[in-house]
Antibody
Framework: QVQLQESGPGLVKPSETLSLSCTVS????????WTWIRQPPGKGLEWIGF???????NYNPSLKSRVTISVDPSKNQFSLNLSSVTAADTAVYYC????????????????????WGKGTTVTVSS | SSELTQDPAVSVALGQTVRITCQGD??????ASWYQQKPGQAPVLVIY???DRPSGIPDRFSGSRSGNTASLTITGAQAEDEADYYC???????????FGGGTKLTVL
């Protein structure tokens, strides 16, 4: 059974870089897509970006200038760096496994996140 | 358009049926997936590829679609179904992931 675990500092100073890692157990980062999502206090889910081992990353346009997502097969981890943080970046950060494809019967594409980490709270404050 | 629109709140009497909807242009080419989130917990996938249920999800949860609208139906809602529900898809270009704003379900 695949499990994901986020790790990283819970407190980051304004203007610094937020760095989180997600360790994958029970599976390999070489397959699937791996995604970061965040949820500010009392608000909804916001997609940050995803990456696959064989492809490049895709980022939320609103965060693209500040985000880097990478994958490390040797550690079976993927990571998030978010630079120049402000209080607006305070949130619970989740990592998740993502998959998608095309349903030939219905003629539709599909995409879903079937395994999630428990989330880690990051507060941006001096 | 890259937006998915959900009603902010819906309520249902215990044991009754409730439908939660999600609207967006991308749903004309992408199936929605649905997530349940209880307070203080990570989201849980309850429906994917429009109407498929992951292992362990009760069969009272079902999904459907029509035009640009996806629906999550709970038939015989239970107290433990009280939660926030989010729909998810890709945008029309398929590059970006989009989430609906979430629907808070109250079971009366």
């Amino acid at each position: 059974q695949v499990q994901l675990q986020e790790s990283g500092p819970g407190l980051v100073k304004p203007s610094e870089t937020l760095s989180l890692s997600c360790t994958v157990s029970g599976g390999s980062v070489i397959t699937y897509y791996w995604t970061w999502i965040r949820q500010p206090p009392g608000k909804g889910l916001e997609w940050i970006g995803f990456i696959s081992y064989s492809g490049g990353p895709n980022y939320n346009p609103s965060l693209k200038s500040r985000v880097t997502i990478s994958v490390d097969p040797s550690k079976n981890q993927f990571s998030l760096n978010l630079s120049s943080v402000t209080a607006a970046d305070t949130a619970v950060y989740y990592c998740a496994r993502q998959w998608g494809g095309y349903d030939n019967r219905g003629g539709f594409y599909y995409d879903y996140m079937d395994v999630w980490g428990k989330g880690t709270t990051v507060t941006v404050s001096s | 358009s890259s937006e998915l629109t959900q009603d902010p709140a819906v309520s249902v009497a215990l044991g009754q049926t409730v439908r939660i909807t999600c609207q967006g242009d991308s749903l004309r080419s992408y199936y929605a997936s649905w997530y349940q989130q209880k307070p203080g917990q990570a989201p849980v996938l309850v429906i994917y590829a429009n109407s498929d249920r992951p292992s362990g999800i009760p069969d009272r949860f079902s999904g459907s679609r029509s035009g640009n609208t996806a629906s999550l139906t709970i038939t015989g809602a239970q107290a433990e179904d009280e939660a926030d529900y989010y729909c998810h898809s890709r945008d029309s270009s398929a590059d970006q992931v989009v989430f609906g704003g979430g629907t808070k379900l109250t079971v009366l």
